[in-house]
């Protein structure tokens, strides 16, 4: 389907400058920069598109792929903005796709979309229902759809690396949720969701048989009346910030290490800081890009108040409100806009 480039710019990760968009110089107006939501709003709703939308999701969530893994999905991005014609870079962060708008001149804005699934068995019945046993979307698959873009778990960082983003000005994302009625935005300044690390310990001592010690039994693998010679435990920790989390992993260390010692054993902790399950701010991963650019995160509610409630994005039950679509691809591209028109004056100034 060959859309005009405003639809790219509704749908497609992009760094686009303001006069591919918005051509007239007469929409600067506050006025008229008013009306840009409600009119990229009617746009995105028009059913050629939203057949669209409805359409690349559909085929995105019967092959649901886990991070760093999302090959197909990557290829039908690759596909859609083949045929628009739009220019890109790939890969970034192994899988991911960063397409390119607009004339290549400052200011850039980038819209982000992740497109990783959950390692989880889908559980609603319906026509498009996963095709990949044990793998399931969770709204992922509407946000490809909205900006038609990159990355997966633990990507951001990667991406930042690979310096594509360097003269970035500003970044947007946006989440589904099922709590808020359709089109409702929610977010906030500072942070929004506590960020998580994992980790796991392993404590070792030395292992004998339960008739020679007085300890109790520590659930474990193995035979019952053997005491092992290591134990590990693991999990995840969660904050609002960098500083409580780095306090947090320190007084981990204290803890584990010191009571291992009490018993004259020794133990590691390990928080995985080299590899995909490093610390996130938040989940999504996209703080990552917020402590290097400007960058505004928000959640968009999907729930139609006329029929039963929605699941949590994290259930096998969970099923996607398709109308929340033209809502976020709307959204997407009202703050891309904005932001661009607010900083045109600037640039006559300099």
Same mark, same amino acid.
């Given at each position: 389907?060959?859309? #005009? ?37 009617? @746009? ?5 598109? @939203? ?27 690759? %596909? ?57 979307? *969770? ?41 808020? #009625? ?55 920790? *969660? ?13 981990? %260390? ?22 995909? *399950?490093?610390?996130?701010?938040? #989940? ?9 650019? #400007? ?15 929605l699941k949590s994005v994290h259930s096998p039950y969970f099923s996607l409100n398709e109308d929340v679509l033209p809502y976020g691809a709307a959204l997407h591209a009202s703050l891309a806009a904005r932001y ?11």
């Amino acid at each position: 389907m060959n859309f #005009p480039k405003l639809v790219s710019f509704l749908l497609i990760f992009h760094l686009i400058n303001p006069a591919v968009v918005l051509p007239s110089s007469s929409l600067t107006s506050p006025s008229r920069v008013s009306e840009l939501p409600k009119k990229f709003l009617d @746009f995105a709703k028009r059913k050629e598109l @939203f057949d669209w939308m409805v359409g690349i999701r559909r085929k995105i969530h019967e092959n649901p792929e886990l991070g760093y893994e999302e090959f197909e999905t990557s290829k039908l991005i690759r %596909q859609e903005l083949d045929k628009m014609g739009i220019p890109y870079k790939y890969p970034v962060s192994v899988t991911g796709v960063v397409g390119f708008v607009g004339s290549g001149k400052p200011p850039f804005v980038a819209i982000r979309a992740d497109m990783d699934a959950l390692a989880m068995q889908e559980m609603v019945e319906w026509e498009h229902k996963s095709k990949n046993p044990g793998r399931c979307m *969770r709204g992922h698959d509407a946000h490809v759809t909205m900006v038609l873009a990159e990355e997966g778990g633990g990507g951001a960082k990667k991406v930042l690396d690979s310096g594509v983003l360097e003269n970035v000005d500003a970044i947007f994302g946006l989440h589904v949720i099922p709590q808020g #009625p359709v089109g409702v935005v929610a977010s906030k300044p500072g942070p929004l969701m506590a960020g998580s690390s994992t980790f796991n310990a392993v404590i070792r001592g030395k292992g004998g048989h339960a008739a020679c010690s007085d300890c109790g039994k520590i659930s474990r693998g193995g035979a019952l009346n053997v005491i092992p010679d290591s134990v590990s435990i693991g999990g995840t920790i *969660r904050a609002f910030s960098k500083e409580s989390l780095v306090q947090l992993k320190r007084r981990i %260390q204290e803890v584990i290490k010191g009571q291992a010692a009490v018993y004259r054993c020794n133990a590691t902790v390990d928080f995985f800081e080299n590899d995909n *399950r490093t610390t996130s701010f938040p #989940p999504t991963d996209f703080a990552f890009y917020q402590e290097a650019i #400007p960058g505004y995160f928000y959640m968009i509610g999907m729930q139609d108040v006329t029929k039963p409630q929605l699941k949590s994005v994290h259930s096998p039950y969970f099923s996607l409100n398709e109308d929340v679509l033209p809502y976020g691809a709307a959204l997407h591209a009202s703050l891309a806009a904005r932001y661009l028109l607010a900083a045109e004056p600037n640039l006559h100034e300099m």
